[in-house]
């Protein structure tokens, strides 16, 4: 939904930003805290933009995972 509507968006390991939080000196963990926190890593940090995969490579991912289950 938001990159039909041109907006820029990145997905990032939340290791990471949990280490920017403690970069900042953030001790507590809120949503409101994570609300101020996860717009200012975009900022700063700049992490690349995600592309979405074309309709045909999900549904090859998601067949992948498949075989993996049962093989599993």
Same mark, same amino acid.
């Given at each position: %939904?938001?990159?039909?509507?041109?907006?820029?968006?990145? %997905?990032? *390991?939340?290791?990471?930003?949990?280490?920017?939080?403690?970069? %900042?000196?953030?001790?507590?963990?809120?949503?409101?805290?994570?609300?101020?926190?996860?717009?200012?890593?975009?900022?700063?940090?700049?992490?690349?933009?995600?592309?979405?995969?074309?309709?045909?490579?999900?549904?090859?991912?998601?067949?992948?995972?498949?075989? *993996?289950?049962?093989?599993?």
């Amino acid at each position: %939904m938001l990159t039909a509507h041109e907006i820029v968006v990145s %997905m990032v *390991n939340p290791k990471q930003t949990k280490h920017f939080a403690r970069m %900042m000196l953030v001790v507590t963990k809120t949503d409101e805290v994570d609300a101020q926190l996860i717009p200012l890593y975009g900022e700063k940090m700049q992490p690349t933009p995600y592309i979405i995969p074309s309709p045909n490579i999900q549904t090859l991912k998601q067949q992948q995972t498949i075989l *993996n289950q049962l093989k599993k």
